[in-house]
């Protein structure tokens, strides 16, 4: 039974009125008793909840208070007074400093149990319909779980003295230069510090943040690790992009495997990474990519899995799950560039799909033609707008596949689901919390067969999953 003084919120227990206070920059030491939805560490002092990012479960730590909030504390590792026995030295001497390397110092086995562990902890969050007897299957990992980022998205700035280029410290805009990394497929990286280097020669201005000023935001390389074609995309404050001619030519003279050179405009202080505007300026306007056999064509601003390699994996799950025997008409929802539905459109009567940004579905269409594929179609909309529509024109889906962002799946198209109920259903989710959330009305209709999760971003917080669901 749980005591008065105490409740619980997001799968932790709170005290209801915590009375103990600390001070910023107070010291104290406590046990770190398992791991949060972000990879950080979680212990208790006085009953109140301690994140300490780096810090792994069973671990007696030392740690400096960052922030003292109502229900809990923000604190940084300070020293290890006992160590887990699945901690490892992390590749990346900066992986406690920014985000994206949150379990670098854990063992990769832990990584894959402590995903499966985040799909469980969320269901019960939420309590979906019959979520204790869910089959959560165990992790699918990586190989070799390093190199296969095939996207460097850094920010770029001056420290004062030369241009540096990485990703923010933690709760910061601090930019940490990263001159290597281990997650980065090399191309990627090899590429990054090269144009980096040419923008700092050459002198061209890069942003500052606090005078909103400077020519240049961000740089995106992002290589084809199937034909290592290259794209680079400055992302500027404004359209003008000083010495362009000498930044191109320097590019092509000393990196032939940059292909494609785009410029996407992105002005004023702002959390968004791009713009609305991208502008072709040298080479091809998109580089092609292989998976399950099949060319696809990116453009600039296409989504694509960070890791090749495994959305391969991910993609043969969801298949499996969907049990195709070629006669289904198959929904490919939030299809981007038709990764998904061109995949398995051999082994289907029809594939139709949807996207809500045009670039993408014209991705998606001409896709569909480079790879003589005949039997899909993709339209520009949401898919609770579209299905009814198909429907009504007499066109009812028989499977359905959904992949959305970590969002989760909007109410209404939720509603759509559970009004048209089609027999096969997979969900791919990136987002634990967000499925947990969704399963509790797609539940009403359907039962979880299995949820299986793939690790699509070895030491990272971040998980995949592929949900089974049988209709009711």
Known sequence: MIHNNYRY???????????VHVNQGEQLKLTIKRLGINGEGIGYYEHKLVFVPGALPTEKVVVNVIEDLHNFIRAELVEILRKSDDRIQPVDDYANDVGGFELENLAYDKQLTFKRDVIKDSLEKYKPAGYRKYKLRATIGMEHPVHY???????VRSDGEKVIAGLYKHRSHTVVDLKTSALQYPLTMKVMRAVVAIIDELGIPVYDEEKNAGIIKTVVVRAATATDQVQVTFITQS????????LLERIAAELPEVVSIMQNVNPGKTSLIWGPETIHLAGKEKITEVLNGLSFDLSARAFLQVNPEMTEVLYQEAFKAL???GKEKLVDAYAGVGTIGLSVADKVREVRGMDTIKAAVDDANA?????????????????????????????RPTALIVDPPRTGLADSLIKTILDITPKKFVYISCN??????DLVKLTRKYNVEYIQSVDLMPQTSRCECVVKFKKK
């Open 9 to 19: 919120k997001d799968g932790f227990m709170y005290t209801k009125k915590p009375q």
């Open 432 to 437: 634990p919390s967000t499925l947990a959330r």
């Open 149 to 155: 980022r095939n996207k460097a998205t850094f920010q």
């Open 239 to 246: 359209k003008k992009l000083l010495k362009k001619r000498q």
């Open 323 to 325: 049990d195709l025997t």
């Open 367 to 395: 896709n569909a033609i480079k790879n003589g594929i005949m039997n899909a179609i993709y339209e520009v909309g949401e898919a609770e707008s579209l299905l009814p529509l198909w429907i009504e024109d007499g066109w």
